[in-house]
């Protein structure tokens, strides 16, 4: 199994800045290097939101609700971070980091599931 650990939650200020880490365990890290990673979070009372991902083309993709503002970017290998600027309280949330190992198509095209296998426990963010 992947273990995925989150730091960097805390409080903050409306117009602050965090960065959230994920850091990857269980494999080797070529293998962790290889992982589809993303950020969801959740807030009280509300349903789970994808808000920012690595695409199988490792592209970064983002939610509407946090383009512009959220940044997603791998470390190294095994190291997954989100920097998030201009934060708002509607941000305040429960963020957690999700894996999942990608397949190969017939010509080595790299293709990430719909659904992640590996979750964080989360750490929580939040902005006033």
């Known amino acids: 199994h992947v273990q995925l650990v989150e730091s960097g939650g805390g409080s903050v200020q409306a117009g602050g800045s965090l960065r959230l880490s994920c850091a990857a365990s269980g494999y080797a890290l070529r293998d962790l290097a290889d992982t589809c990673m993303g950020w969801f979070r959740q807030a009280p009372g509300k349903e789970r939101e994808a808000i920012a991902h690595l695409d199988s083309d490792r592209r970064p993709q983002y939610a509407d609700s946090v383009k512009g503002r959220f940044t997603i970017y791998k470390d190294n290998a095994e190291t997954l971070s989100l920097q998030m600027d201009s934060l708002k309280p509607e941000d305040t949330a429960m963020y957690t980091c999700?894996?999942?190992?990608?397949?190969?198509?017939?010509?080595?095209?790299?293709?990430?599931?719909?659904?992640?296998?590996?979750w964080g426990q989360g750490t929580q963010v939040t902005v006033s």
């Open positions: 999700a894996a999942a190992f990608p397949t190969y198509r017939y010509g080595g095209y790299r293709a990430c599931p719909p659904d992640y296998t590996y």
